[in-house]
């Protein structure tokens, strides 16, 4: 029973992607044409600065700040899955050299001042496989689970690509989906993606360093590939143009999801309809409200993610133990799904209330880990410290959905709080008595935003007259209208 829909919104300049299951928004996703994130692409890089204390190389591929390649992302040695847990790696510095040319691949998005993340073992994806040129290995998608399937996968694609233990041309991973697929469909995947490696090798002969070799697919195209699934009932665009693109791509690549597509034909924008937008607003607030009363209050920086947990006007349980973990308890699938829906990655750190009884403890982290196997991004979860907090990680690879809609507040840089008005007004105080001693001005003329003047003339005019008289000069007010309220200019007249 299909359990899941997709909406696409398309714009020449921005697509948006929600991803609805059950009737909730579970995912967000979003690509602007001018900030088209970078994961998949394939570049020409040149290494400009290698690094052995740090085992890193930066390499310019064109951007505007130089990518990062680590040496555990070099494909020099052998493949990471025969590799020994406690095997040393080649030092980096014995690999590449300045003004050395490579093809590498975009693993990681620049995040914040972090540039790019850099890999030499290239992958590129396709319906059914993921080709490594580098590799030798066949590997399963452990999503396929029955280990005779397998095995028969395995020895399928062992005869469809010749591999008989010597290197002949690349090794690849099934996806989830080749689970049913046949040999002219897996042949067909073959074929294609053995093409585009060989087309990235002769651009790369051609171009120069800086270049772009390979792009990765667009959003709308990656979601046919990745996030159509068989629990998709339907993926309405509302695009006649890129639905037809759409088709056509489906058609040749993934014609098991070209049934899905539907056209949207409404006059009301799509994502109006379902509620969308509102769904964006809420993802972007600091507090999540839940049914039973309770709120999360989630809290992003730059090294952690926290997740408070309160139990607000909820009082409907018989017994206070009982309210606090059905709280809780709604809370944990809150939290997952509030990571899915703002793709926040790093660590998170998630503040339950605390519970008493060790086997409510172990339900509400049962709850957290069975709404969090739903995630296409790879989590792992802690148990209760000794503080009663549960700490976890979730894979980032792009920007969360606040840092890529919002930007830090010029007012208060981010910091969600700023001066009171009468802080303001002392250290204008402060600041007139400093220039005092330095100068010798006819007049000092303070400029500041409204409320700070008014307060200076109402209840802090004692103390201004006081430093008046003090330092022998009059002190002028002028207020600025577009002055924040912790701006203020003080002019020696």
Same mark, same amino acid.
């Given at each position: 029973?299909p359990?899941?829909d997709?909406l696409i919104n398309w714009?020449p300049?921005?697509?948006?992607?929600a991803v609805?299951?059950n009737?909730?928004?579970q995912?967000l996703?979003?690509?602007?044409?001018l %900030?088209?994130g970078?994961?998949g692409?394939?570049?020409?890089?040149k290494v400009?600065?290698?690094l052995?204390?740090m085992?890193?190389?930066f390499?310019?591929i064109?951007l505007?700040r130089?990518a990062?390649?680590?040496?555990a992302?070099l494909?020099?040695?052998?493949?990471?899955h025969?590799l020994r847990?406690d095997?040393?790696l080649?030092?980096? %510095?014995?690999? *590449?050299f300045e003004?050395?040319?490579l093809?590498?691949q975009v693993?990681?998005?620049?995040?914040?001042?972090?540039?790019?993340r850099?890999?030499?073992?290239?992958s590129?994806?396709?319906?059914?496989?993921?080709?490594?040129?580098?590799?030798?290995?066949?590997g399963i998608?452990q999503?396929?689970?029955s280990?005779?399937l397998?095995?028969?996968?395995?020895?399928?694609m062992?005869?469809l690509?010749?591999?008989?233990? /010597?290197?002949n041309?690349?090794?690849?991973i099934?996806?989830?989906?080749?689970e %049913?697929? &046949?040999d002219? %469909?897996?042949?067909e995947?073959?074929?294609?993606?053995?093409?585009?490696?060989?087309?990235i090798?002769?651009?790369?002969?051609q171009?120069p360093?800086? &270049?772009?070799l390979?792009q990765?697919?667009s959003?709308?195209e990656?979601v046919?590939?990745d996030?159509a699934?068989d629990a998709?009932?339907?993926?309405?665009?509302d695009?006649?143009?890129?639905?037809?693109a759409?088709?056509?791509?489906?058609?040749?690549y993934?014609?098991g999801?070209v049934?899905k597509?539907e056209?949207? /034909?409404?006059?009301?924008?799509?994502f109006?309809?379902?509620?969308?937008?509102e769904e964006?607003v809420r993802?972007?607030a600091?507090?999540?409200d839940l /049914? &039973?009363?309770?709120y999360?209050?989630i809290?992003?920086?730059?090294?952690?993610?926290?997740v408070d *947990?309160?139990?607000?006007?909820?009082v409907?349980?018989?017994?206070f133990?009982d309210?606090?973990f /059905?709280?809780?308890l709604?809370a944990?699938g809150a939290i997952?799904?509030q990571l899915r829906l703002?793709?926040?990655?790093?660590?998170?750190?998630?503040?339950f209330?605390?519970?008493?009884?060790?086997e409510?403890?172990?339900?509400?982290l049962?709850?957290?880990?069975?709404q969090?196997?739903?995630?296409r991004?790879?989590t792992t979860v802690?148990?209760?410290t000794?503080?009663g907090?549960?700490e976890?990680?979730r894979k980032?690879?792009?920007?969360?959905?606040?840092?890529?809609?919002?930007?830090?507040?010029?007012?208060?840089?981010g910091r969600?709080?700023?001066k009171t008005?009468r802080? *303001?007004?002392?250290?204008?105080?402060?600041?007139?008595l400093?220039?005092a001693?330095q100068?010798a001005?006819k007049?000092f003329r303070?400029?500041?935003?409204?409320?700070v003047?008014e307060?200076?003339l109402d209840?802090e005019s004692v103390?201004?007259?006081g430093?008046?008289e003090?330092?022998g000069r009059p002190? &002028?007010l002028s207020?600025?209208?577009?002055?924040?309220?912790?701006?203020?200019d003080i002019?020696?007249?």
């Amino acid at each position: 029973m299909p359990t899941q829909d997709i909406l696409i919104n398309w714009a020449p300049q921005e697509t948006r992607v929600a991803v609805v299951e059950n009737g909730a928004v579970q995912e967000l996703h979003i690509e602007r044409t001018l %900030e088209r994130g970078l994961v998949g692409n394939v570049y020409l890089g040149k290494v400009v600065r290698v690094l052995p204390g740090m085992q890193s190389a930066f390499v310019d591929i064109g951007l505007e700040r130089a990518a990062f390649l680590h040496v555990a992302d070099l494909h020099g040695g052998p493949p990471k899955h025969e590799l020994r847990p406690d095997a040393p790696l080649v030092p980096i %510095e014995r690999q *590449v050299f300045e003004g050395q040319t490579l093809t590498v691949q975009v693993i990681k998005d620049a995040i914040g001042t972090k540039g790019a993340r850099l890999s030499t073992q290239v992958s590129i994806a396709g319906r059914m496989l993921v080709y490594l040129p580098h590799d030798k290995h066949i590997g399963i998608s452990q999503k396929i689970g029955s280990l005779e399937l397998r095995e028969q996968l395995r020895a399928r694609m062992q005869a469809l690509t010749g591999q008989d233990g /010597k290197d002949n041309g690349g090794g690849f991973i099934l996806r989830t989906n080749a689970e %049913e697929a &046949s040999d002219a %469909e897996l042949a067909e995947d073959i074929a294609y993606l053995r093409r585009a490696w060989a087309l990235i090798r002769e651009r790369a002969q051609q171009r120069p360093p800086g &270049s772009l070799l390979h792009q990765d697919l667009s959003l709308a195209e990656r979601v046919l590939r990745d996030l159509a699934n068989d629990a998709t009932g339907t993926i309405r665009i509302d695009s006649k143009l890129q639905c037809d693109a759409l088709k056509a791509f489906g058609d040749t690549y993934m014609p098991g999801t070209v049934a899905k597509l539907e056209h949207y /034909k409404g006059e009301r924008p799509i994502f109006d309809l379902f509620g969308i937008e509102e769904e964006i607003v809420r993802a972007l607030a600091r507090r999540v409200d839940l /049914k &039973s009363g309770g709120y999360l209050i989630i809290d992003q920086t730059e090294a952690l993610t926290t997740v408070d *947990v309160n139990t607000g006007g909820f009082v409907g349980a018989r017994n206070f133990d009982d309210t606090i973990f /059905k709280t809780n308890l709604e809370a944990a699938g809150a939290i997952a799904r509030q990571l899915r829906l703002r793709n926040l990655g790093g660590i998170i750190i998630a503040d339950f209330i605390d519970m008493t009884r060790a086997e409510h403890q172990e339900a509400v982290l049962a709850e957290l880990r069975k709404q969090l196997a739903r995630d296409r991004t790879r989590t792992t979860v802690s148990g209760f410290t000794q503080l009663g907090l549960v700490e976890m990680t979730r894979k980032r690879t792009r920007e969360s959905l606040a840092h890529m809609l919002c930007e830090p507040c010029p007012t208060c840089q981010g910091r969600g709080q700023v001066k009171t008005a009468r802080s *303001v007004c002392y250290d204008i105080l402060r600041e007139i008595l400093r220039e005092a001693r330095q100068f010798a001005p006819k007049e000092f003329r303070v400029i500041a935003s409204a409320a700070v003047v008014e307060m200076l003339l109402d209840e802090e005019s004692v103390h201004l007259a006081g430093l008046s008289e003090f330092i022998g000069r009059p002190i &002028s007010l002028s207020a600025e209208p577009t002055m924040n309220p912790e701006q203020y200019d003080i002019v020696l007249m």
